[in-house]
């Protein structure tokens, strides 16, 4: 299975910082990469899809790039409403989906 | 809108099964794929399998097979997902999520997630 490497696990910010996760992979995935956010006692919600498209919906301080084995998530200005765990997943490998560890973004 | 609603919380002992359904509304069921991710408490996210609304296919994560059955009811709109001969580590939260890719598979990434499922295995 392609092992997703996300970093750093937990994050301490302030509002209006800019936050970058990191996500490498363990092999090339080209783009086929998806961002989620999920708060305690809730289900993901998906931010970003293909590493850089922005899903529906989803506010434009949110933003993802990279290919191949290298990808980040970029929030732009911290919100109140954005601290909560950030995961990766590829969908490169038929068959076998798998997460990042997650990221933990925390209030400084 | 689309929603999937998922059965409430179980508690079973080692060694027995529980079956999960998600009940999906708000699009065409047949036109989507069903994933189920599972997360230990205080951990990430374990894709758990796939099934195409459409005709049933299915694919299990490796760990899983031979433990793990996915199955749709086209009638009601509802996935299903039995995991067989419970360990206290098959203690997670399942959410069922829809599968952006289409009916065909492989799967992609998931735009819409049930509110979960908490199953406790204990003696």
């Known amino acids: 299975d392609i092992q997703m490497t996300q970093s750093p696990s937990t994050l301490s910010a302030s509002v209006g910082d800019r936050v970058t996760i990191t996500c490498r992979a363990s092999?090339?995935?080209?783009?086929?990469l998806a961002w989620y956010q999920q708060k305690p006692g809730k289900a993901p919600k998906l931010l970003i899809y293909?590493?850089?498209s922005l899903e529906s919906g989803v506010p434009s301080r949110f933003s993802g790039s990279g290919s191949g084995t290298e990808f980040t998530l970029t929030i732009s200005s911290l919100q109140p409403d954005d601290f909560a765990t950030y995961y990766c997943q590829q969908y490169n490998s038929y068959w076998a989906l798998t997460f990042g560890g997650g990221t933990k973004v925390e209030i400084k | 809108q689309v929603q999937l609603v998922q059965s409430g919380a179980e508690v079973k002992k080692p060694g027995a099964s529980v079956k999960v359904s998600c009940k999906a509304s708000g699009y065409t069921f047949t036109s989507y794929g069903i994933s189920w991710v599972r997360q230990a408490p205080g951990q990430g996210l374990e894709w758990m399998g796939w099934i195409s609304a459409y005709n049933g296919n299915t694919n299990y994560a490796q760990k899983l097979q031979g433990r793990v059955t996915m199955t749709t009811d086209t009638s009601t709109s509802t996935a299903y997902m039995e995991l067989r001969s419970l360990r206290s580590d098959d203690t997670a939260v399942y959410y069922c999520?829809?599968?952006?890719?289409?009916?065909?598979?492989?799967?992609?990434?998931?735009?819409?997630w049930g509110q979960g499922t908490l199953v406790t295995v204990s003696s």
């Open positions: 092999q090339s995935i080209s783009s086929w």
């Open positions: 293909k590493a850089s």
């Open positions: 999520a829809r599968d952006y890719g289409g009916n065909s598979g492989p799967p992609d990434y998931f735009d819409y």
